[in-house]
């Protein structure tokens, strides 16, 4: 974990409303996927956006992010050049054991992106089924990506793009035709994460979810970002997390 | 290189800069980008005798210039504290300030007691304004302002006692006094001021809790008027703090009158904002010939009106 002046080399739209921005750093930067990052963007806005890494290709970091807010349409407006500070890499991201051969990545909306950079570091090594639901046409991205996934499911909420279902049912549907995974890696809205973490239970399947919640510090220090463990504790979203095991958080 | 020690009631910090309570943690996260030792103290995230699980989340938002939290004294415990991370934060070198809350009087009396002795200074929290019992409730009116500094200095034989006011008073002035009048070493102000930010889709408060501490940048003139104000009324020692982003803000609060400053929310924006105040400091201080920090302290010179 550092905090890097990063220049960007790359700030582009990949699908409605959704950006990738590309950043250069001065050094090689060790990440695990899952993995993310706190990205200032400077001026009136006193918190870092936490944004998932993509993409890592030696000095060259890539995020995706939704234009939601301020801060976001802030960094859509930055163009190549331009320098900001970023923290990374911050949290856990995913592992997957050696004994897990298949694995399934069930991803919605901007949730995909953190799925993107598990693909992009196992995929030749494990049997990879990936699972991408999109709200419709407009918001498919990452096709080129997803792709190079051993096999490539993706649906739309509206029918707009691929079958007219969400990324669990997709999921389900090809459980169901005898496709069972050794691990689930999922990330995605709180609705999904929660469907999905009943599928997992119900066909005891090992389920690990990367959460989202708004942060402060994103290293663990001010417990601003927690979730609720099964266990009664709460755990720090940023630093014991972003990954966590399903049936370990309350969702 | 200036003198950045200061001397807060007995206690000889390296330098006038203090971790606040609630953003640094007990230190170890921020010890993992540079040496917390080289900070002149920590305050711990706030204490209380039974593991707190604090408020529902969202816990935060922001707002231009500002944030609001409501994180509702999560905390492992006072126990906890002394087994896990008391040795290890002393043995960092920075001064260990416990950040402290009760919801009764007997809570303040106890938390005391436990650490009469163990750390460098307890700091008392009777002013937070995100949790529904205690905590603001002691940090209002004047009169248990002095009452809870009594108690706790009672139970405090060996180890200096500072109270952080609340700035959602009547007068900070009279508070100040208040807290000098229980028999405080020191004083540490302002806590964060009460707000709301609202998700307009929504149509609802952002945080969980509808209400949280205002804190950042932008609290930052209302801080330094309220140190300026608190010094004037106390003879004790003063620690400033509300929106310190830079050597300069911190200077301003010194020449108001504190002796030394916490920095809280700017440690969110810029995770090196700590040592980069403290290397600020020293390089102002040389520019302006001043051979110690401790110099400034209350130099301001009004206006003539």
Request: hydrophobic share 40%.
């Amino acid at each position: 974990m550092k905090d890097y002046l990063a220049t960007i080399v790359e700030n582009k739209k990949i699908a409605n409303g959704v950006y990738s921005i590309t950043f250069r750093v001065d050094e090689d930067v060790q990440v695990r996927c899952g993995q993310f990052g706190e990205i200032a963007v400077g001026g009136s806005h006193l918190l870092r956006r936490p944004i998932a890494i993509c993409k890592v290709e030696g000095k060259h970091i890539t995020f995706c992010y939704q234009v939601k807010g301020e801060g976001t349409q802030k960094l859509k407006e930055m163009s190549a050049g331009a320098q900001l500070n970023v923290l990374m890499p911050l949290g856990n991201g995913f592992f997957v054991e050696e004994s897990e051969q298949k694995v399934a990545l069930v991803g919605g909306g901007v949730g995909i992106f953190p799925l993107i950079s598990v693909l992009r570091q196992y995929r030749g090594e494990k049997q990879i089924s990936s699972y991408m639901g999109f709200r419709n046409k407009a918001a498919v991205c990452m096709l080129s990506e997803l792709s190079k996934a051993n096999k490539s499911v993706v649906v739309s909420d509206d029918g707009s793009y691929g079958a007219k279902m969400n990324a669990v049912q997709a999921f389900e549907a090809d459980l169901a035709a005898g496709n069972r995974p050794d691990v689930v890696l999922a990330c995605g809205p709180m609705p999904m994460l929660r469907a999905l973490k009943q599928v997992a239970e119900r066909e005891g399947l090992t389920c690990f979810v990367s959460l989202e919640e708004r942060m402060g510090c994103g290293i663990g220090a001010c417990l601003v970002c927690v979730c609720a463990m099964t266990n009664g504790a709460n755990a720090r979203v940023c630093k014991d997390g972003p990954v966590f095991n399903a049936k370990s958080v309350e969702l | 290189m200036a003198n950045l020690s200061v001397n807060l009631c007995g206690i000889t910090l390296k330098n006038p800069v203090i971790g606040a309570s609630g953003t640094v943690g007990f230190g170890r996260e921020f010890n993992e980008l540079y040496d917390i030792g080289t900070v002149g103290g920590i305050s711990t995230k706030g204490l209380t005798n039974e593991p707190r699980l604090g408020n529902p989340t969202p816990r935060i938002a922001e707002s231009r210039g500002v944030i609001l939290n409501a994180v509702g004294l999560q905390n492992p415990g006072v126990e906890h504290f002394i087994e896990h991370d008391l040795a290890w934060l002393k043995s960092t070198g920075t001064a260990v300030i416990a950040n402290v809350a009760g919801k009764t009087l007997d809570d303040y009396r106890a938390i005391c007691e436990r650490l009469d002795g163990l750390v460098d200074m307890v700091e008392l929290n009777i002013s937070c304004p995100n949790v529904k019992s205690g905590g603001m409730a002691f940090g209002i009116k004047p009169q248990s302002v002095e009452e809870v500094a009594k108690i706790a200095k009672s139970a405090l034989t060996k180890t200096p006692l500072m109270v952080k006011l609340s700035p959602n008073v009547e007068s900070i002035a009279t508070n100040a006094k208040a807290a000098e009048n229980g028999g405080v070493d020191a004083i540490s102000l302002i806590n964060t001021l009460t707000g709301m930010a609202i998700d307009i889709e929504r149509r609802r408060p952002i945080i969980a809790n509808n209400t949280g501490g205002v804190s950042g940048a932008g609290i930052k003139p209302i801080a330094v008027r309220m140190v300026y104000e608190a010094a004037q009324a106390v003879k004790i020692p003063v620690v400033g703090m509300g929106g310190i982003t830079c050597a300069e803000d911190a200077i301003e609060f010194l020449m108001a009158g504190a002796t030394a400053v916490q920095v809280g929310t700017a440690n969110f924006t810029d995770p090196y904002a700590m040592p980069k105040i403290i290397k600020g400091l020293n390089e102002w201080c040389d520019r302006h010939g001043v051979e110690n920090v401790s110099e400034l302290t209350g130099v301001l010179t009004l206006n003539q009106r």
